[in-house]
């Protein structure tokens, strides 16, 4: 600790700095004018001018789900602040360590609707895992601290810092980089060894053991364990949306996504299962579907997660360990290897073996009868990236298509808007990934619905040269609203359509982007390649059907025994 | 649907409050009673929340509550296990003497102690559980209760002070 006398602006750069944040993604106002003088003279920390907030968040998201380290954006007051919302909204759902930095008005006018005030506190307080008022300069260090402590521990989430123009302009004497924590904040970490001791119990004498792993398998780094585990155990894997990479997908034991829109056999193995290992999941409706007595009904489920008020929560389960899932894993692996021999050849693995082949042929067969033209796109980019790429994708048909056909291979390299769903996300969740990665080629799978939310940032790829590729899903509807007027709604299309507008070729030319179409599916090897060649940010306009479904899914209200649109999936 | 007591230890910071109540709004349970006031110790609050809901509830409400991070301690306090006491001020109408002697008894009975008379009222306090308050009002209503204010409850354990 440094005894320093600092504006309260230098001191939040200070900190930052001894968070280790290299990049912030934001946008500047009145009441942000004194931070940004500080990092106009910064070289530490680089900023990424962003063209809208919501993309600031979603950028600084995108960049923490693939570095597992604490992505920060920053917004001035009022507007600036409620753009952000909807991007700190859905990094808080997926448990995405965010720090928000966002200017407010000076504290002696709070509350008297002042230009640009908006309650930021208010507002974001159910949206982020804690925020903060900061109401004097010498709180600072201790508040900015805190917040990257908060973020990335535990639980991880969004925290917000408000910060009033007159603390960020006061000057103050403080002690730099405290360590000081909240007494209220203690992250539950450790397993409970006794809960440890009975999962293995029922691990050891399962014949059916099967392993659910959702997305605190990744933010755990918890993926080499589990591979372990599943192997000692002979236990198949399915995973959730967020799930997606704790398990290459090629994986014998790998069955895939489970849910809604997940493989078929996915969700038969957890129909089939006697005892269920679910790690860092919430069981969210969209992974169990809507019939809770159905899921996994003859099944010994336990539940590993980090966050004690997850447990109970959506399901009843047997066995819970609240703590961190890397943790769990090897304490469940140390005992079981004690206990018993690794297990092979046991009726379980034929089967697993059976319904993984079904899976892969159902992927792979993309000829079969009913596949359309989105289908065999996905397939296409999944066969045409490296394993290293990093996929994200908006929402609608082509996040569905994208889960199901795309073949993950690493953990941090699907990224995808799970809980909250945001269309628009997965552009400035690319743009983010690229400054985490700039090596690794990003692909944004894209509905044309949902890359006109946030379109406007081809402009900061551009001005920044962030070289991501949109691969757009043209079929010029809301595809999914479609869907689901088609199937459920006695094709009365109301309100889904997108009509001509606009040539997403030349829209993309207009920001200086590489842009090409593509008609057919033959098309894409050369239009992808040439995109990368571009070393430019890229936009290809994919033709896709508007006819298209994901298919087979659970129907709303469903179980998760009964999918439909099952005649395209082999059977076994 | 049963009441249960939940005392929280609270950092004393402003919108700890807002924080704490839009847990139960976001799940959609009705606070039926809330204090806060200081503690033992300083820079902390004490909150006594008062909610009806099933024991599920209560048990998801308990830990999303210990999650927030103002939040330093959360004890549920089972009616058993506690002293609970709810202060209640009412003044009551007396239209004759009769009704005035009566009033004054049955106030002696319940322990309630009587704060001020004017000719045609009688203001009086009693601090008491709850149901015994209850009870108190439900009697004076015959007389008339002109006006009526509880504090709300607030809790705390019983034997050597051990929080769970
Ligand atoms: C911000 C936002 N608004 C509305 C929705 C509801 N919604 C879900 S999918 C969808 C359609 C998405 O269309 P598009 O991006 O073209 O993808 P497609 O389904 O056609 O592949 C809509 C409107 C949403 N998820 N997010
Ligand atoms: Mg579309």
Redo the contacts between chains.
């Keep these: 600790m440094t005894r320093e006398k600092l504006s309260g602006a230098e001191i939040v750069v200070e900190e930052l700095k001894d968070e280790g944040v290299e990049v912030a993604f934001g946008i500047p106002g009145g009441a942000l004018l004194d931070l940004y003088d500080v990092l106009y003279k910064e070289e530490a920390i680089r900023h990424i001018l962003m063209r809208h907030e919501q993309c600031a968040a979603h950028a600084a998201d995108g960049y923490a789900r693939v570095l597992g380290k604490t992505g920060v954006c920053i917004a001035t007051s009022g507007p600036g602040a409620t753009n952000l919302v909807t991007g700190l909204a859905n990094a808080n759902m997926d448990s995405s360590p965010v720090v928000a930095l966002t200017g407010q008005v000076p504290t002696s006018v709070i509350g008297t609707n002042a230009f640009q005030e908006a309650s930021t506190?208010?507002i974001t307080?159910?949206i982020t895992?804690?925020n903060f008022?900061v109401?004097r300069t010498s709180d600072l260090p201790k508040i900015i601290h805190n917040a990257f402590y908060?973020a990335n521990t535990g639980r991880k989430g969004v925290v917000l810092v408000d910060l009033p123009t007159d603390i960020l302009a006061g000057v103050a004497e403080v002690d730099l980089h405290p360590k000081e924590t909240?007494?209220?904040?203690k992250p539950n970490i450790k397993p409970n060894q006794v809960q440890i001791k009975r999962v293995v119990e029922i691990l050891a004498n399962a014949e059916r053991p099967l392993i659910l792993a959702g997305g605190g398998v990744i933010s755990a780094d918890a993926a080499v364990e589990l591979r372990h585990l599943a192997d000692f155990l002979g236990a198949p894997v399915v995973t959730t949306l967020m799930g997606k990479g704790a398990i290459p997908e090629n994986h014998p034991f790998c069955l895939g996504m489970a849910g809604m829109h997940g493989q078929l056999y996915a969700n038969r193995a957890i129909n089939e299962c006697d005892a269920l290992l679910a790690l860092g999941t919430r069981f969210s409706d969209r992974t169990t579907g809507w019939q809770l007595d159905q899921f996994a009904p003859d099944a010994t489920i336990i539940h590993v997660d980090i966050?004690?008020?997850e447990?109970?929560?959506n399901m009843q389960v047997d066995i819970p360990i609240v703590g961190d899932v890397k943790l769990a894993l090897s304490g469940i692996l140390k005992l079981l290897e004690k206990k018993r021999e690794k297990k092979t050849g046991s009726e379980w693995e034929k089967r697993i073996k059976k319904m993984h082949e079904a899976c892969d042929s159902c992927v792979e067969d993309i000829s079969r009868e009913g596949a359309s033209v989105s289908d065999i796109l996905i397939k296409e980019i999944s066969k045409l990236l490296d394993d290293d790429a990093i996929v994200t994708t908006e929402v609608g048909q082509c996040q569905m298509f994208a889960a199901y056909y795309y073949m993950t291979k690493k953990p941090r390299t699907f990224i995808s808007s799970g809980g909250l769903g945001t269309m628009g996300f997965g552009f400035p969740a690319a743009i983010g990934a690229k400054v985490a990665a700039p090596d690794k080629k990003v692909v944004d799978i894209a509905g044309d619905g949902s890359f006109l939310m946030t379109c406007q940032d081809m402009a900061t790829c551009v001005e920044n040269d962030i070289p991501v590729v949109v691969c757009i899903f043209d079929n010029r509807y809301l595809g999914m609203i479609r869907q689901f007027q088609e199937l459920f709604f006695d094709k009365k299309y109301s309100q889904s359509g997108l009509g001509i507008t606009p040539d997403f070729v030349k829209l993309a030319e207009s920001f200086g982007c590489y842009a090409e179409r593509v008609e057919k599916p033959e098309e894409l090897k050369d239009a992808l390649n040439n995109a990368f060649e571009s070393g430019k940010p890229a936009v290809l306009d994919m033709i896709v059907g508007k006819e298209d479904k994901v298919l087979p899914m659970i129907p709303p209200g469903g179980s998760i025994t009964r999918m439909i649109g099952t005649e395209r999936c082999k059977h076994i | 649907m049963q009441t249960h007591i939940i005392s929280l230890l609270?950092?004393d910071n402003?919108?700890v409050l807002?924080?704490m109540s839009?847990m139960f709004t976001?799940r959609g349970i009705n606070i039926t009673s809330l204090t806060v006031s200081p503690c033992e110790k300083e820079g902390l609050s004490r909150m006594t929340v008062a909610i009806e809901g099933s024991e599920?509830e209560l048990?998801?409400v308990r830990?999303?509550l210990?999650?927030?991070?103002?939040?330093?301690?959360v004890v549920d306090l089972k009616e058993s296990e506690a002293i609970i006491r709810d202060l209640c001020l009412l003044k009551v109408h007396v239209k004759d003497p009769e009704a005035r002697s009566e009033v004054m008894q049955l106030a002696e009975s319940y322990g309630a102690k009587i704060l001020d008379a004017a000719l045609d009222s009688v203001t009086l306090e009693l601090t008491e559980e709850p149901k015994k308050i209850d009870r108190f009002v439900d009697l004076m209503r015959h007389f008339g209760v002109k006006q009526l204010f509880r504090t709300g409850v607030t809790a705390i354990g019983i034997g050597a002070g051990v929080e769970r």
């Design positions: 506190f208010t307080m159910p895992k804690h008022l109401k908060i909240f007494a209220g904040y966050d004690t008020a447990i109970n929560k | 609270v950092e402003p919108g807002t924080r839009g976001m599920s048990e998801m830990k999303q210990s999650n927030l991070i103002e939040v330093v301690k």
